[in-house]
């Protein structure tokens, strides 16, 4: 079936580190999102990107649809940064709305 | 402010009961969705309405139902018959798209449900 895989599964960065999380997609997409879970579970859009490349702040996106995968990079990371890390994806011919999930990346910035 | 409300944060049920969690939208958005989040997992959709009075099934519908009578509102209902109801539910909106378009969804802060 479709899937969306991300890696690492678990990250743990000193205060100040760079760091990319991966996402990886088995078909076309629709639609490619990131999200930042944060400890209460509150889901935080951080970036849609289909194709192409995003900046906000110290996070940019970078998404290669013809090559199925899509980078998030952090920069100078933050404490506050911690925190699940989803990508999601919608397929083309798949229910419309209907965002894939990957299991997310375990961040831990430790100050 | 625009957003999206779910109520209650947390949930308790016993066992074989029916109940119905809260999702309110103010963004204008015509398309809503339901998602589940068990620990450790990312999230999977349970029903989503690209129009008032119309919805469909997402990947794991059984034991769950929904309505749709206003633009604002998708009520989800847990019944007895889901064999694993205690998760986190994330209610979802997005503008509606055309077949083979997307637009990007916004979640709400979800509710906790706890079933004994």
């Known amino acids: 079936g479709i899937q969306v895989e991300q890696s690492p599964p678990d990250l743990i960065l000193q205060e100040g580190a760079n760091s990319t999380l991966r996402c990886n997609f088995s078909d076309s997409v629709n639609n490619l999102q990131w999200f930042h879970q944060n400890p209460w579970g509150q889901l935080i859009n951080l970036f849609y990107i289909p194709s192409g490349t995003k900046q906000n702040g110290r996070l940019s996106a970078t998404t290669v649809a013809t090559e199925r995968y899509s980078l998030l990079y952090i920069s100078s990371s933050q404490t506050t940064d911690s925190g699940v890390y989803f990508c999601?994806?919608?397929?083309?011919?798949?229910?419309?709305?209907?965002?894939?999930f990957g299991k997310g990346t375990k961040l831990s910035v430790k100050p | 402010d625009g957003g999206i409300t779910q109520s209650p944060k947390y949930l308790f049920r016993k066992e074989g009961q029916n109940v119905t969690l809260s999702c309110e939208q103010n963004l204008n958005h015509d398309a809503m969705y339901w998602y589940r989040q068990d620990p450790g997992q990312g999230l999977r959709l349970i029903y989503y309405?690209?129009?008032?009075?119309?919805?469909q099934k997402g990947d794991i519908a059984e034991g769950y139902s929904v309505s749709r009578e206003k633009k604002e509102s998708f009520p989800l209902t847990v019944t007895s018959a889901q064999k694993n109801p205690t998760a986190f539910y994330l209610c979802?909106?997005?503008?509606?798209?055309?077949?083979?378009?997307?637009?990007?969804?916004?979640f709400g802060p979800g509710t906790r449900l706890t079933v004994t």
């Open positions: 999601a994806a919608e397929y083309y011919g798949g229910s419309q709305g209907n965002l894939i």
């Open positions: 979802a909106s997005s503008k509606a798209g055309a077949q083979s378009s997307s637009y990007e969804q916004y």
């Open positions: 309405s690209q129009i008032v009075n119309d919805f």
